[in-house]
């Protein structure tokens, strides 16, 4: 399967617990996505990379929380001290984008579901 | 502020009619729209993506308006199945940036 994975696709965790999730995205994607989605909505942008740099970081990224792609394939998503505001459903997404400002189509994974008690 | 709005939080069709969805947006200038398919416990899928120089895009049984005057976009599902049961989002583009809206659960029923 060439689609986008993430592991674990379950947490369940206690408060103040850290956490790391993981994704691989398609192979020759360029771009990768974290959003974060709770019952009812659609999912929220957390943080985006170009390669392996950060390009952007909602304000929704507290300092518990830290992303990275170190080699420009997979990423990871830690979040320390957890809290149960942060139960929802986590989701990687990537993308291949030729041009800075071109149209992305993002490819979502199935998701990590959080849940923190 | 800005927001988007997906008519209602949940929509009932029989089967073989046509759904029509909307979403409506405040404040926002996107370059594209696109719409994405959720069902439960899995990420969205891509569906269409429509630019804002387009009026109309179609895709087999899909069809996707966008009207940058009223600021809203419609998608049709015609001759509609149980099978097209599932959350359909909205999402406004604006370059890299995507902004979702809360969705639309669309229930087919035989």
């Known amino acids: ?54 390009l952007e970081k909602s304000r929704l990224l507290s300092d518990r929380f830290s992303a990275e792609r170190p080699k420009g394939s997979f990423s990871t998503l830690e979040i320390q001290r957890t809290e149960q505001g942060d139960s929802a459903m986590y989701l990687c997404a990537s993308s291949y984008t030729r041009t800075s400002g071109g149209t992305d189509t993002q490819y979502f994974g199935p998701g990590t579901r959080l849940t923190v008690l | ?7 209602s939080e949940a929509l ?18 996107p370059a594209y729209l696109q719409w994405y398919r959720q069902d439960p416990g899995r990420g969205p899928v891509f569906l269409l993506l429509i630019r804002e120089n387009e009026k109309e895009k179609r895709k087999e049984r899909l069809k996707v308006t966008f009207d940058t005057t009223l600021k809203q976009s419609l998608f049709h599902i015609t001759a509609s199945q149980p099978a097209d049961s599932a959350t359909y989002l909205c999402a406004l583009g604006q370059g890299q940036n995507f902004v979702f809206g809360p969705g639309t659960r669309l229930s087919v029923l035989p």
Do not use: M
């Open chain 2, 12 to 29: 009932n069709i029989q089967e073989g009619k046509t759904a029509t969805l909307t979403c409506n947006y405040t404040n926002y200038s």
């Open chain 2, 1 to 7: 502020s800005q927001k988007i709005e997906q008519n």
């Open chain 1, 1 to 54: 399967d060439t689609g986008v994975s993430q592991d674990p696709r379950h947490k369940i965790t206690k408060r103040g617990q850290n956490v790391t999730f993981r994704c691989d995205p398609i192979s020759e994607h360029n771009r990768l996505y974290w959003y974060r989605q709770t019952l009812g909505q659609g999912p929220e942008f957390l943080t985006y990379f170009q390669n392996e740099a950060q």
